[in-house]
């Protein structure tokens, strides 16, 4: 995890709400006394009405007076926690965490205020980044309630462990968060869990979690890709498709980058074949451009799984989208390799008439070999023979060869 913690403002507000000032007549059984109450209660008045600036002025007047211990213990209390209120309102964060821990330190640890303050200290803790004080605090609170506990206390306790990368501490507070949850618990709740495992490497933990993510919220496509993704990394790739797939018929994983997983996971399986035909399918249907870089993939997959037929109609349309001699080279080394030597034949003239400009020695000595493989003897003989005589053909390895095959035809007819 590498966002920031953080709470809106409407959240502080509502965990303020029941720290407002006392009333009259409660301050005065809580031993207020007359002065300090009336100032409480004008302060209190202030505050409902949001002039926020003067309930901080009378605030820090008072406040002024405690340092002098002229306030009583309660009031001293009241005053540091209507401070930390009115500091919340005004976006002051460290102060209000600051007021607030003035109060609880005031009100003692095992008094009841103390008890409900420790809430606000832990949101205020985590706010400000303070991880291990805000979790310390959410849990002391949390475990002294003997009431339920809210699901947003448990995220806050996770969320502290996860920013101090303490993973493994993760999992129990954010599962407690989803069981507090009434309704079904958001994606990132989920994410957290998932987050956690994939940093422990805990690979068929965090697998689990996606699908317990995905079972709560199937329509989003980029949970389906996660799933795929976590199986690849566990070495499960039959697992990975077999996700795929069902996110796939489920109608969610039907964008290009799908379409290309998919392609990949079933060559990484061993499958080129399905690579091949997913490449082809989705070509047709659109899903995919009929662009080089898919003519390339299909073509290799084809030639891996022998498909010969297949690899030279792709190695035509590559030819057509790239006039090259490269892709005619390819046609025709597979049609020799084959033994499909009257298609070979064709392809060299053909090329020779395209290409004449860079028809080599090389190629002349390649048809003259699948002449022979024909079995027309004479047009191969006048083929080889010319790469002996030829001025031009100043490749020595070609002419040596030509020889070879001469010699050889020599002896074949003697």
């Known amino acids: ?40 209660q004008q302060i209190r008045t202030l505050m409902e009405k949001a002039s926020w600036q003067e309930a901080e002025d009378s605030l820090n007047k008072l406040w002024g007076e405690e340092q002098g211990n002229a306030l ?68 002391a609170w949390s475990g002294d309630k003997s009431t339920e506990v809210p699901a947003d206390v448990f995220v806050m306790i996770a969320q502290a462990y996860a920013m101090t990368e303490d993973w493994a501490q993760v999992i129990g507070p954010i599962r ?17 869990e998932v987050s956690a495992w994939v940093a422990l490497e805990k690979w068929r933990e965090a697998i689990a979690a996606q699908e317990a993510l995905i079972s709560a919220h199937p329509d989003n496509p980029s949970s389906w890709r996660y799933l795929v993704e976590l199986h690849r990394q566990h070495g499960r790739v039959e697992s990975a498709l077999a996700a795929h797939r069902l996110g796939r018929s489920q109608g969610f994983l039907v964008e290009q980058q799908d379409e290309k997983r998919l392609v990949w996971l079933y060559a990484e399986q061993g499958l080129p074949y399905y ?8 070509m047709e249907a659109g899903r995919l451009p009929e662009d080089l870089q898919n003519l390339r993939w299909q073509f290799q997959f084809l030639q891996q799984s022998r498909e010969t037929d297949q690899a030279i109609n792709v190695l035509d349309k590559l030819h057509r989208l790239e006039p090259q001699g490269r892709w005619s080279a390819y046609k025709t080394e597979i049609q020799i390799k084959n033994g499909l030597w009257a298609d070979a034949e064709r392809s060299l ?66």
């Open 275 to 282: 690579a091949a035909e997913t490449l082809k399918q989705a």
């Open 176 to 192: 407690a968060a989803r069981n507090a949850r009434k309704k079904t618990a958001p994606v990132s709740w989920y994410q957290m």
């Open 72 to 139: 009583s213990s309660k009031a001293q209390y009241l005053v540091a926690l209507s401070l930390g209120q009115v500091a919340i309102q005004r976006d002051h964060y460290p102060a209000a965490l600051t007021y607030f821990e003035k109060a609880y330190e005031i009100s003692g640890k095992e008094s009841e205020e103390g008890k409900r303050l420790l809430y606000n200290i832990g949101q205020l803790q985590c706010h400000e980044a303070q991880w291990v004080n805000c979790r310390q605090s959410l849990e």
């Open 349 to 414: 003239l053909e090329q020779k008439r395209s290409h004449s400009g860079s028809w080599s020695a090389r190629q002349d000595l390649l048809l003259a070999t699948v002449r022979y493989h024909l079995g027309e003897s004479d047009k191969a003989r006048d083929g080889f023979l010319s790469l002996t005589h030829a001025e031009s053909n100043s490749d020595k390895q070609t002419r040596q060869r030509a020889g070879q095959w001469l010699r050889f035809l020599d002896q074949t007819k003697a």
């Open 1 to 40: 995890m590498n966002t920031r913690f953080s709470l809106t403002m409407g959240f502080y507000l509502a965990i303020v709400t029941g720290c407002l000032l006392p009333s009259l007549s409660a301050a005065a059984e809580n031993k207020l006394r007359p002065a300090e109450a009336r100032q409480l």
